[in-house]
Nanobody, 125 residues
Framework: QVQLVESGGGLVRAGGSLRLSCTAS???????MTWYRQVPGAPERQREW??????????DYADSVKGRFTISRDNAKNTVALQMNNLKSEDTAVYFC?????????????????WGQGTQVTVSS
């Protein structure tokens, strides 16, 4: 099973930008990849879906980040990125990269074991 490691989180001022990266231990070229976030104190089941990039590189975004965040992938490097611009204080959260097993319905969040450990993003106002 492919392992995921996120990086790129940190502290940024409101209006600033960050680029998160997710590196996979193996090939993810056939998988839909996704980013979620979890605000401090919220349970895991309340993780918020942010963006998905499919194997054909089509993308989809939550309304809360549409126009500010961009998801991309580099299959040659087994990486997925999330470019975050015009950050707001409400974007403060732990950000998780995840993927769906092939043929797994995307109506549900990826199953356990298909997630990275997360990276903290803090936006100061």
């Amino acid at each position: 099973q492919v392992q995921l490691v996120e990086s790129g989180g940190g502290l940024v001022r409101a209006g600033g930008s960050l680029r998160l990266s997710c590196t996979a231990s193996g090939s993810i070229s056939l998988n839909a990849m996704t980013w979620y976030r979890q605000v401090p104190g919220a349970p895991e089941r309340q993780r918020e879906w942010l963006a998905t990039i499919n194997s054909d590189e089509s993308t989809d975004y939550a309304d809360s980040v549409k126009g500010r965040f961009t998801i991309s992938r580099d299959n040659a490097k087994n990486t997925v990125a999330l470019q975050m611009n015009n950050l707001k204080s409400e974007d403060t959260a732990v950000y998780f990269c995840a993927y769906w097993p092939i043929f797994f319905p995307q109506q549900s969040a990826p199953p356990p074991g298909y997630w990275g450990q997360g990276t903290q993003v803090t936006v100061s106002s």
